[in-house]
């Protein structure tokens, strides 16, 4: 899928992401979930905002550098080398999302861990934008699901479980 022309008077170069959902100049874009399906964005420049899914990040209830899948180390692999090329990058928002199920303490705390997680994982990589982790728990669910078959509602429950990346260029501080 290719991005038409930019909105603002600014064109930025293009790059390519497969993340689940991107926003560029106030566009939203899906991509297929997996590492096959991808947005094309500027090369050199990173998005305003990129969502991954936990599921293809952590393991079931993971929050550790351990319990990143190899899928989920691919795509911040990916991720690092296309935040590190981008020199106009100033700031990223890390924020971590749980889904319904668990006590709000606990998700909270989840919510926190994973987003810290991404954002060490971003620093250990080499980036050096100034970086702030943010957990949210169960804030901000995308789904309507209401199985009351645990693992069918797991499953529905998947986009509600989310690390999002927010980044700030110097350009948008002017």
């Known amino acids: 899928m290719m991005l038409g022309p930019a909105s603002s008077a600014r064109q930025r170069p293009r790059s390519t992401w497969s ?18 399906g991808g947005v094309e964005f500027d090369p050199n420049l990173v998005p305003e905002f990129v969502a991954l899914p936990v599921d293809a990040l952590f393991a079931f209830n993971g929050s550790t550098v351990e319990s990143i899948t190899s899928e989920g180390r691919e795509r911040l692999d990916r991720l690092i080398a296309d935040v590190k090329g981008d020199g106009a990058l100033s700031s990223i928002t890390v924020s971590g999302f749980t889904d319904r199920l668990g006590s709000e303490a606990y998700n909270q705390r989840l919510s926190h861990e994973r987003a810290e997680t991404v954002r060490r994982s971003l620093a250990s990589g080499g ?27 797991v499953v529905c429950l998947a986009n509600d479980r989310r690390v999002e990346l927010r980044f700030l260029h110097k350009e948008d501080q002017e």
């Open 19 to 36: 993340s689940q959902r991107s926003v560029k100049h106030g566009r939203v874009l899906t991509a297929a979930r997996g590492s096959a």
């Open 127 to 153: 980036v050096t934008a100034a970086m702030e982790a943010r957990g949210y728990g169960r804030a901000s669910p995308g789904t309507d699901c209401r199985m009351r078959d645990r693992r069918a509602l």
